[in-house]
Each structure stands twice: as structure tokens, then as C-alpha cells.
């Protein structure tokens, strides 16, 4: 598992890899570092193998100054600019997930964005090409996970907009055939709109479920303080966990085996990182250069 780290004492963004007891980078900071924020790390095979890509704000390495603008690819001994067509500037480039809507696995990435030519806050790459997903999202977009909900394999995102008087937070799905909204009235604090941040599938006994987390409180009128899971069909309020995701912090969902078992791995405030094995909860790190985001 990687995730995004702040180093100590700098303010650099770097990245490092989980063993299941320790982080470690993966590259020095002394011989590299992101000059901003990176929000997205995820595995995906362009025809010449499996690689990590880094997803964010981020223009180039400080070190030598080498542009890697938004997404960049590792080789194994260093970061490589891929694209997409972003234009300047950027709010956010944020989550990314492989999927495959019938024409092949594609890496998908969402954020809030303008492109050159290409369709606006999510694209792909379609091997070594970039590509447009339909005609774009209509506002910032936050978790991004394939998922079959029980119809078949579907890419879900999540994002608020604006519709006929008011704003409303929204679960989405796309397929070969477009958007379909999911679930909707993600609200948070008494009725203001929200959407999950944090987005997986994990599947603890029960079958396969997508996990949802972020800063919400209700959910379609359900009561779910910032966690729940949703099986194709109902909702379920996931509770207990030790931290819960506040207003002005970040949250970030990763599936990963440390040896003892899958289970999901929570990013929420700066750098507390919880663990759910699908029936109990443990704080893996808080503080010191846990990640913020995997």
C-alpha cells in the first residue's frame, strides 16, 4: 500500500509504502520531492506492464526541476509526465481507478479541471492515449471506485450539483451508456450538501459491498456519521470507528493485506489513519508522517 506524505520539517510531498508495521519512502526526499499536493496513487498495466501513478496538484520535482504535471507514471527509478491535457490552472486533480466498460481497462482520472480538447473533471487513459468519458462531470468530484452493484461492472464517482433550485449530493455511476445517479442526499451539519470523499470495495463475509466515506451525516435521510456501505440495493451505516471525518479534512480509502487479512484502511484529519476489518476498528498511526492520502 503507498500513500502521499508530508515530510517533516520541509512541507515536501513525498511518497511512501506501507509493510504493515512502518512507512518507508520511495524515494529519498534528499533526491526528489512533489512541489505540491498529490491527492491520487493507483495501479494500472498501459501494455508495458504494471505501474504506480501519482495523481495532483503537482508540476514538477524540486530536486531538478522535472515537469510531471497532474499525473505522472513510475518506472521503478523515477516519475514520468503522461498527461492529460489539463489546462492552467487546476483546482484539484484528485482520485483515479482502473475500469473497464467493455472496450478494455482504462485508468480513469476525476477532479475539478478543465481540458484541452477533452471532456471536463474526469478522463482516461486508454493504454497510452488519453480520452474523453462521456461529456464530463458537472462539478468537483471526490471518490472515484469500480463497482458491480448487482446490473454489472459500473465506475462510481461521487460529487454535489446544483439541481433545479438547490444542491445535491450524489452517488453516480457510469457504464458504456452514461451517468446514472445512485443514491442522492448526502447532507452533513443539519442540511448543507456533501458527497462521499472516500470511495472502495470491500467485502468483509457479506459479499461484496462499496464503502463510502467522507463528511456526511445522512444519507437519503438515513442517519450515517460518516461512514456507511451500500450493497446495489440498501444502505448500511457503518459506526464505531475512532475517528470520524470533520469539516476542512480530507478522507481517503485504501483495500489492503497486511498478512493478516484484507481490510480497508481510513484516512481522516492530518495523518489519522484507522483500520476496519469489516467487524472491528483499530488506529493504525496518528501524527508524525502518516499518509494523507493513498
Known amino acids: 500500500m503507498y500513500g502521499y506524505v508530508i515530510v517533516s520539517g520541509s512541507g515536501h510531498s513525498a511518497i511512501a509504502r506501507w509493510n504493515g508495521a512502518s512507512w518507508t519512502y520511495l524515494v529519498d526526499p534528499a533526491q526528489g520531492w512533489f512541489n505540491e499536493q498529490?491527492?491520487?496513487?493507483?495501479?494500472y498495466d498501459d501494455g508495458t506492464g504494471l505501474a504506480l501513478y501519482a495523481s495532483g496538484r503537482f508540476?514538477?520535482?524540486?530536486?531538478?526541476?522535472?515537469?510531471?504535471?497532474?499525473?505522472?507514471?513510475?518506472?521503478?527509478?523515477?516519475?514520468?509526465?503522461?498527461?492529460?491535457?489539463?489546462?492552467f490552472p487546476v483546482n484539484q486533480v484528485g482520485p483515479m481507478a482502473v475500469f473497464d466498460d467493455g472496450s478494455g481497462p482504462a485508468l480513469y482520472v476525476a477532479g475539478f479541471f478543465n481540458t484541452a480538447g477533452l471532456s471536463d473533471n474526469i478522463v482516461r487513459l486508454k493504454g497510452t492515449v488519453w480520452e474523453s468519458v462521456g461529456g464530463g462531470l458537472p462539478s468537483f468530484t471526490n471518490g472515484l471506485c469500480a463497482f458491480d452493484d448487482g446490473s454489472g461492472n459500473a465506475l462510481f464517482t461521487s460529487y454535489v450539483e446544483f439541481s433545479g433550485s438547490s444542491y445535491v449530493g450524489k452517488l453516480c455511476k457510469w457504464t458504456a451508456g452514461g451517468w446514472t445517479t445512485v443514491l442522492s442526499g448526502?447532507?452533513?451539519?443539519?442540511?448543507?450538501?456533501?458527497?462521499p470523499w472516500g470511495l472502495a470495495v470491500y467485502d468483509h463475509g457479506m459479499g461484496l459491498r462499496l464503502f463510502m466515506a467522507g463528511i456526511f451525516d445522512m444519507i437519503g435521510g438515513v442517519v450515517a456519521p460518516g461512514y456507511a456501505e451500500w450493497d446495489g440495493s440498501t444502505l448500511f451505516p457503518v459506526s464505531g470507528a475512532p475517528h470520524v471525518p470533520a469539516a476542512g479534512s480530507g478522507v481517503n480509502l485504501a483495500l489492503h493485506d497486511d498478512g493478516t487479512?484484507?481490510?480497508?484502511?481510513?484516512?481522516?484529519?492530518?495523518?489519522?489513519?484507522?483500520?476496519?476489518?469489516?467487524h472491528t476498528w483499530s488506529v493504525v498511526g496518528a501524527g508524525g508522517e502518516n499518509p494523507q492520502s493513498f
Open 186 to 195: 448526502f447532507t452533513w451539519n443539519g442540511g448543507s450538501p456533501t458527497s
Open 261 to 278: 487479512g484484507p481490510a480497508l484502511y481510513v484516512q481522516t484529519g492530518y495523518s489519522l489513519i484507522d483500520r476496519w476489518d469489516g
Open 38 to 43: 498529490i491527492n491520487g496513487l493507483c495501479s
Open 59 to 87: 508540476t514538477e520535482m524540486d530536486v531538478n526541476h522535472q515537469i510531471i504535471r497532474y499525473v505522472s507514471k513510475w518506472s521503478g527509478t523515477q516519475w514520468t509526465f503522461i498527461g492529460p491535457p489539463i489546462q
